[in-house]
């Protein structure tokens, strides 16, 4: 069954750092998501991308986040200098059509020290 | 703008007893709307979701949901609650005409009790 693939699964980093997280959507889904979730806590939304472009992005998704799909099969997500407060899980998720259902990564753990 | 309430954060049952979690959603016409599963410490599973058509929906591992429009309601059933059905449940609902996102509600992390 197809599935979308996150990696890594951990990672740490100090502050200040870039990190960049991976994940591969399911081959012939057009609309790719990332969401977060802290501790705890609720999940939620970064970004849409659609067609090569961002589609929507919430409050959170500044300056210090991009993402980009370098090859048409990998999805990324680069925050810049990392904050302490990114500490969270990062969720991928893809869907073949804008109003189906989206199918989601394990996610990455990251941990900013 | 669309949002989900879940009111219960916290639902204890007893293994074998009936479930139902609450999902409450704000929007002007019909959701897009789903329901998933997160286990501890792994992502987001879909046990169901509903589109359009009969408003009562199966789901994997004996759930089910049923969309109750005057209600902006969409419950989460089960009618017998197994150990391994601890986990947090989230509701959703998708994308529409103006928007790229799904929205979740807060979660409901469910304990069973042997």
């Known amino acids: 069954e197809p599935e979308v693939t996150q990696t890594p699964s951990h990672q740490v980093t100090q502050m200040g750092q870039e990190v960049i997280l991976r994940c591969v959507p399911i081959?012939?889904?057009?609309?790719f998501y990332w969401y977060r979730q802290i501790l705890g806590q609720k999940v939620e939304f970064l970004v849409s991308?659609?067609?090569?472009?961002?589609?929507?992005k919430s409050e959170i998704f500044d300056d210090q986040f991009s993402v980009e799909r370098p090859d048409g099969s990998n999805f990324t997500l680069k925050i810049r200098s990392t904050k302490l407060e990114d500490s969270a899980m990062y969720f991928c998720?893809?869907?073949?059509?804008?109003?189906?259902?989206?199918?989601f990564g394990q996610g990455t753990r990251l941990t900013v020290v | 703008a669309q949002s989900v309430t879940q009111p219960d954060i916290h639902i204890t049952v007893s293994e074998g007893a009936s479930l139902e979690l609450r999902c409450n959603y704000s929007?002007?016409?019909?959701?897009?709307l789903f329901w998933y599963v997160q286990s501890p410490g792994q992502g987001l599973q879909l046990l169901l979701k509903?589109?359009?058509?009969?408003?009562l929906v199966q789901g994997i591992k004996g759930f089910e949901a049923e969309f109750k429009r005057s209600q902006s309601s969409f419950n989460l059933r089960k009618p017998s609650v197994h150990w391994s059905d601890a986990a947090e449940y989230f509701c959703?609902?998708?994308?529409?005409?103006?928007?790229?996102?799904?929205?979740f509600g807060t979660g409901t992390r469910l304990k069973v009790l042997a």
């Open positions: 959703a609902v998708g994308p529409t005409s103006g928007t790229y996102k799904y929205i």
């Open positions: 081959s012939n889904h057009l609309y």
């Open positions: 929007y002007g016409a019909t959701p897009y």
């Open positions: 509903y589109f359009s058509g009969d408003t």
């Open positions: 991308f659609y067609n090569n472009e961002i589609s929507e």
């Open positions: 998720a893809s869907s073949g059509q804008k109003n189906t259902e989206a199918f």
